[in-house]
């Protein structure tokens, strides 16, 4: 399948030399939910900044359903909508107008009827009227959603959605972003928060300093991440793992001297009990033990550490 | 084109001027019937007649001139300037538009908006003396035309500036200045030689020697003149414009 926003080794290096972007590719396939998973400044709303228009790259290329976001701009930046990370609205124009005014900005004639299905899927059609300086933060946000579906856009991207929102208003928007997908529009939403991207995306791309990291179907990376490896270094090297062990899925190695054991670690039991006992009574001599994390939990948590600054 | 998004630019920003109709006509009419009482009855009591026109009508010309320039460049200047300050900039930057849709729709704007503070001024000015305008259409042409320069002058004005001191500075300590010394309450043959030369590099007597020229079939300077100068500074702005959106000056990092 041919992907709807395709991202090919895009850098970005600011004025003052600070490299933000360092050749980053991506391909976002139709109708998915993927999330950007990165601490802060790792680079997220640059890159979705480049595709919307807002910001230069300063190389590589990026086309959105086919189109050149450069050359051809009209046509890419129309299938866009972009819900920025700031809640950046005129404080004194009315939900209804400022929206209007969204989908007129991207070439599309008056049409009331979307307006206001787009208003009424987001709980705002009473506040229509409303001055916008009125709104609660929640509704501010999604009056900012409104503006991003006005002009009809297939690929909306979130940046931040919940970022400083209560846990109520969080499922709210999770609940809402998954409306938009069952109406057919390919979503990428950027966050820090691991249970977010687990909870909505399909895919989840993890960037970190400019860089994408890896891009993964959810279940696959969130059965990867609990992961750990006990690596057990024998005194005198076997030829042949044991039958009596073969329930461990053992890993021997080259030389036969190490054998690995993968556990994990969010299991209800890790098995390193009965695996010890069980080498013991094979008479298996151990000589040492070490365990590590896999390089995608070293990622995570230095997430989680940024998180909790 | 997209004309959608030039209209709906356009439409915006003539809402908010609707809506404020009162604050921004009362202003302008307020001093421009300052500028009669102070000007025209105490001055003009004393200058009876320039080049044979009476002193309350001759300074008509430059008081709208003096309104309608800094109203362009200040309505120009904050239609633009707040987006950005405010961050909504960033709607205009991702649409599919182009630099020539976005100046259009903020430009007119503004300049819709001046000319009919202008048009409200010259009718309060048939309030306090008789006025005549031997040739309407030019005179409806050189407001037109200064409207438009100056809104898109106050645009560039607006993308230029960093803070609220910047985008006042231009209207305080340039047009302020131009217009009182561009010969808006005297002609500058009133003044000794060698200040008749200096003026000549002020391009805003240029704006109104045309404008006075249109009223009262008199000018400073040749009216040719004055439509080439102002033209002139009209495709000048328009090239700065043009350069600021291509390369993204002070708007796209
Ligand atoms: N306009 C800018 N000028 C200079 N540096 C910037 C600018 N915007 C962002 N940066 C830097 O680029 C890096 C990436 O920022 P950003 O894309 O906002 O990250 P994220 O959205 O993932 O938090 C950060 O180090 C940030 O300081
Ligand atoms: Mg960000």
């Not at chain 1, 950007?36 to 086309?63: E, F, H």
């Not at chain 2, 503004?110 to 031997?134: H, N, W, Y």
């Not at chain 2, 003149?225 to 350069?243: D, P, Q, R």
Request: hydrophobic share 50%; glycine share 8%.
């Amino acid at each position: 399948m041919t992907p709807i926003v395709k991202i090919d080794q895009v850098t970005k290096t600011y004025d003052g030399g600070h490299q933000a972007l360092k050749g980053v590719s991506l391909d976002i396939v139709q109708g998915e939910i993927l999330a950007l998973l990165g601490p802060n400044g790792a680079g997220k709303t640059t890159l979705i900044s480049i595709i919307c228009g807002i910001v230069n790259a300063s190389g590589g290329r990026i086309t959105v359903g086919g189109h050149d976001t450069i050359t051809d701009y009209r046509g890419a930046r129309g299938m866009i909508g972009l819900v920025p990370q700031e809640t950046t609205l005129e404080p004194f124009e009315r939900v209804m107008n400022t929206v209007r005014f969204s989908r007129g900005l991207f070439g599309c004639p008056p049409d009331a009827a979307h307006l206001e299905k787009v208003l009424r899927q987001l709980s705002l059609w009473d506040k229509r009227d409303s001055k916008i300086m009125k709104l609660s933060g929640g509704m501010k946000r999604r009056v900012l959603i409104a503006k991003a579906l006005a002009h009809e856009p297939r690929v909306l991207f979130l940046d931040e959605p919940t970022a400083g929102v209560d846990v109520e208003l969080r499922k709210e928007m999770w609940n809402t972003v998954r409306d938009l997908q069952a109406d057919g529009v390919t979503i990428i939403l950027t966050t820090h928060y691991i249970e977010e991207a687990e909870a909505m995306a399909d895919r989840i791309g993890v960037i970190a300093k400019g860089e994408i990291l890896l891009v993964e179907d959810t279940a696959a990376l969130m059965d990867r991440m609990g992961k750990k490896e006990m690596r057990i270094e024998l005194q005198a090297p076997l030829a042949a793992i044991p039958e009596a062990l073969g329930e461990f899925a053992l890993e021997r190695s080259e030389d036969g001297a190490a054998l690995t054991y993968t556990y994990d670690t969010r299991g209800e039991r890790t098995g390193i009990t009965r695996l010890l006992a069980d080498l013991q009574s094979e008479g298996i001599a151990l000589r040492d033990v070490q365990t590590k994390q896999s390089s995608l939990e070293e990622i995570f948590v230095d997430l989680v550490r940024e998180e909790t600054q | 084109m997209n004309l959608h998004a030039i209209a709906a630019i356009y439409r915006f920003e003539m809402a908010r001027f609707f809506r404020t109709i009162w604050q921004s006509m009362v202003s302008p009419v307020i001093s421009t019937s300052l500028y009669f009482v102070v000007f025209g009855a105490a001055i003009g009591s004393r200058i009876q007649e320039v080049e044979g026109i009476s002193y309350g009508a001759f300074i008509v010309p430059g008081l709208i001139m003096l309104s309608v320039l800094t109203l362009s460049l200040t309505n120009a200047s904050l239609g633009i300037y707040f987006p950005k300050f405010i961050g909504t900039i960033y709607e205009l930057l991702s649409a599919p538009v182009s630099f020539l849709e976005i100046s259009i729709g903020y430009v007119g704007a503004a300049a819709t908006k001046s000319l009919i503070i202008g048009l409200i001024i010259l009718a309060t000015s048939f309030l306090f003396v008789p006025i005549q305008i031997l040739h309407p259409f030019w005179m409806l042409a050189f407001l037109v035309l200064t409207c438009l320069t100056f809104s898109l002058f106050g645009f560039i004005v607006g993308i230029w500036a960093k803070s609220f001191e910047q985008l006042n500075l231009v209207p305080m300590l340039v047009i302020t200045p131009l217009v009182f010394l561009g010969g808006s309450f005297y002609s500058i043959t009133m003044l000794p030689p060698f200040w008749q030369t200096v003026t000549l590099f002020n391009p805003v007597v240029y704006l109104i020697s045309g404008f006075r020229w249109s009223f009262f079939g008199q000018a400073d300077v040749s009216i040719w003149v004055s439509l080439l100068a102002i033209t002139g500074f009209f495709a000048l702005c328009l090239a700065i414009v043009a350069w600021i959106f291509r390369t993204g000056w002070r708007i796209r990092s």
